[in-house]
């Protein structure tokens, strides 16, 4: 399965939140939706899911028209609300039924999750009764019924402590593994850059990024270099290495210099002024930016 | 269809489910019940069994200042033998603050004239009336004597009353009222009870972020149906029950009944008032139900939601007092137009089929007009949910709503 998403433009009165906005995911990968609060993400999933209809543009769905309500789709809004009256199996069979399941699929696959997450004990409970954690998983659990085979969750690891975040990600990887189509949104880059294939960076209702994390990392990375000596400040280091190569751009870099070469093949020369100093280098190799690195980049130096 | 099912079921099962509906019926059902034995249980108060034995005249617990010649014969039969007499008006005073005695009467044998005592009077003692009317049905018959008649010619005067019947040959509206006011009031209340229940269903969904769920799983059109078709079903067998709680009531205790009730009851219900009534109180109530989902979809907090369904409450209001209103001039032009504005005819309506005779042409067009506004307002219903699920924060106008709903494709 391939979706794909085309020129999406979507205003809200006069102000166009989405500007044209195209990127596409494959099954059998993760794709992680980044960006900053407001940047147009979950406008953009719910134009998918169809509680938005976008202006103009379109998903297509191996290049027909995408029509989520005929799909076998989890979703997780990224505000998220169940019944707080009704009991914990009722409202999951419920919700999987209205996802087209039998009541006995229904009950199955609601009594499946609910042992999944642990929550055996609230089968037949309130949801109001429920901690807020609990209730947490409980709806990211709804987003699993009936065998779904797109995903689609916004910011599914907000609220969610460590051991639950891992049982999560597991599940997600189960998911890709099955050949699933997987979009998750989500500002906990870790999380992305555990889980996810492919990301794809939207920012002010735009696409900045969009590919394969390994590559886009390789890319974001090339002709930058990683330096760090123990016995020299960075402030010291940075001087001397300005003075003897003045084409390179030079970054300070947690313990050291990120040193960007802007395509000049200025490796050896390094390599040789690194031997002459004849001090202790603690790393110097290809720079690799995290995903954090990478957003923080490409948002945030445009504010 | 099948999601229509789904929801309906859902739902349904949640409204029956709700311990206050059950508790609430329950309580209403014991009152009915009560209500409606009402007859029966003054009757076993009244103590009328152990009375049967006793001469029609006598006052029971009662006590009197001894007399003398006719007034005390008078006393004697009035009383009964055994009723303590005292020598004067104080030793009867006396046995009152003693509780000796309930009632105490003072006869002045002269003319018959009478002082009646009590230590404390509760509001339905009625004993000194009724010995001032045995006293002066006495005295009456004592003064036709001395004018020359006969005792059987005072009774014969007194019983002298001109026949007659009524024949109504359309509705009685003095028999009918009751009824049908009943029958209104139910139905008031099943409108503001569901309705408040079906909106806040919806602003609750809206409230906690549910409905998003919901309308990507559906249409919306299944889920506004559902659901106000699951809370029309509640609502029936909730007030099924209530109303079968007042007929085994009456039956039970039909006996006890005084006649003008019986006949109240009987001369109302006809098969074309009934259907008449089941028809306006259905697709109103209905109609209600789908204005109150609008109104609840158009609100993002639950604290917004008395102020957004107060159009509608008005509305109906509005139409209670018009149906009260035109009991008494139920062929008036406001009458009339009352009966066939779909708003106001599910009360209106009922009531002017219960008290007289409506032309067909006017039922026929109450009655499609009702359909179409059923028909129209389902369909603005589900537009107005539909563009709810996208709209969350500031309070729009209604009227841009409506506008910006009809406009969503």
Redesign the interface.
């Known amino acids: 399965m391939k979706l794909e998403v085309q020129n999406i433009k979507k205003s809200f009165g006069e102000r166009e939140i989405l500007h044209g906005i195209s990127f596409a995911v494959e099954s059998g990968r993760a794709m992680g939706f980044l960006g900053r609060n407001g940047a147009g993400k979950s406008t953009t999933i ?1 134009c998918l ?5 976008q202006d103009s543009g379109q998903f297509l769905l191996d290049d027909k028209v995408f029509e ?2 005929k799909m076998r ?1 989890g ?1 997780l ?1 990224e ?8 009991a914990v199996i ?1 409202q999951l069979v ?2 999987a ?3 087209g399941a039998s009541k006995e699929e229904a009950t199955k696959s609601a009594d499946y999750w609910v042992d999944r997450f642990s929550l055996n004990d609230y089968r037949n409970k309130k949801l109001e009764t429920l901690s807020k954690g609990n209730q947490q998983k409980i709806q990211i659990a ?1 987003a699993f019924l009936n065998e779904p085979d797109i995903l689609i969750l916004d910011e599914p690891f907000s609220g969610l402590d460590p051991v639950n975040s891992q049982v999560f990600k597991d599940i997600i990887a189960e998911f890709v593994k099955q050949g699933k189509l997987v979009i998750f949104s989500s500002h906990q880059m870790s999380y992305v850059e555990e889980v996810c294939d492919d990301v794809t960076l939207i920012h002010d209702g735009n696409i900045v990024l969009s590919g394969d994390l390994d590559q886009i990392k390789q890319e974001e990375g090339r002709g930058k270099l990683y330096l760090s000596m123990p016995d020299m400040d960075q402030n010291e280091l940075s001087n001397q290495i300005k003075k003897a190569f003045p084409a390179l751009a030079v970054i300070p870099w947690e313990d050291g210099l990120v040193l960007d070469t802007k395509g000049e093949d200025l490796q050896g020369g390094l390599l040789n002024w690194l031997a002459d100093m004849n001090r202790p280098i603690q790393q110097f190799g290809a720079f690799e930016p995290s995903l954090t690195d990478i957003f923080i980049e490409k948002v945030g130096e445009k504010e | 269809m099948r999601d229509f099912k789904t929801v309906f079921a859902f739902e349904f099962k949640t409204q029956m489910a709700k311990r206050t509906a059950i508790v609430t019926t329950l309580v209403i059902m014991i009152i009915v019940l009560l209500v409606t034995s009402l007859p029966r249980i003054i009757s076993l108060f009244s103590g009328g069994g152990d009375d049967q034995g006793l001469p029609q005249s006598a006052i029971s617990g009662a006590g009197y200042v001894k007399s003398e010649g006719e007034a005390q014969a008078l006393l004697e039969t009035i009383l009964g033998k055994d009723a303590p007499s005292y020598p004067d008006r104080e030793a009867l005073v006396k046995a009152l603050n003693d509780k000796e005695v309930e009632v105490g009467f003072v006869v002045n044998p002269e003319d018959l004239s009478y002082e009646a005592l009590y230590q404390d009077k509760s509001m339905e003692d009625r004993r000194d009336m009724q010995f001032g009317e045995i006293l002066t049905s006495h005295k009456r018959e004592k003064l036709m004597v001395e004018k020359g008649l006969s005792a059987a010619d005072y009774q014969d005067i007194q019983s002298a009353n001109a026949e007659g019947t009524t024949t109504i040959l359309g509705q009685n509206s003095m028999s009918n009222y009751m009824i049908t006011f009943l029958l209104m009031l139910l139905v008031y209340m099943i409108v503001l009870i569901y309705g408040s229940s079906v909106s806040s269903i919806i602003a609750r969904e809206k409230d906690s972020r549910t409905m998003e769920i919901l309308i990507t799983s559906t249409r919306p059109t299944q889920l506004i149906i559902g659901k106000v078709m699951a809370a029309g079903l509640a609502a029936v067998i909730q007030f099924g029950f209530i109303i079968l709680a007042g007929v085994v009531g009456f039956q039970l205790n039909k006996s006890t009944y005084p006649p003008e009730i019986l006949m109240m009851v009987s001369g109302s219900i006809t098969t074309p008032y009934l259907l008449t009534y089941l028809f306006f109180t259905i697709t109103g109530f209905i109609l209600y139900l789908f204005l109150y989902a609008a109104l609840g979809s158009t609100v993002s907090k639950m604290e917004d939601l008395p102020s957004a369904t107060s159009l509608v409450q008005f509305l109906f209001i509005a139409g209670y007092i018009l149906a009260s209103f035109t009991a008494n001039i139920p062929n008036s032009a406001i009458a009339v137009a009352g009966s066939i504005i779909p708003f106001t005819s599910v009360m209106v309506m009922p009531l002017r089929v219960g008290v007289s005779t409506v032309p067909t042409a006017e039922l026929i067009i109450a009655g499609v007009l009702m359909i179409a506004f059923v028909v129209f307002f389902a369909y603005l219903s589900i537009k107005i949910y539909r563009w709810g699920s996208l709209n969350y924060g500031n309070k729009t106008k209604l009227s841009r709503i409506i506008k910006e709903a009809l406009k969503h494709k």
Request: zero cysteines.
């Open positions: 719910r899911m169809d509680v938005f209809r989520p309500r789709i979703y809004p505000e998220r609300g169940m019944y707080q009256k009704n009722s419920y919700f039924m209205l996802k709804q």
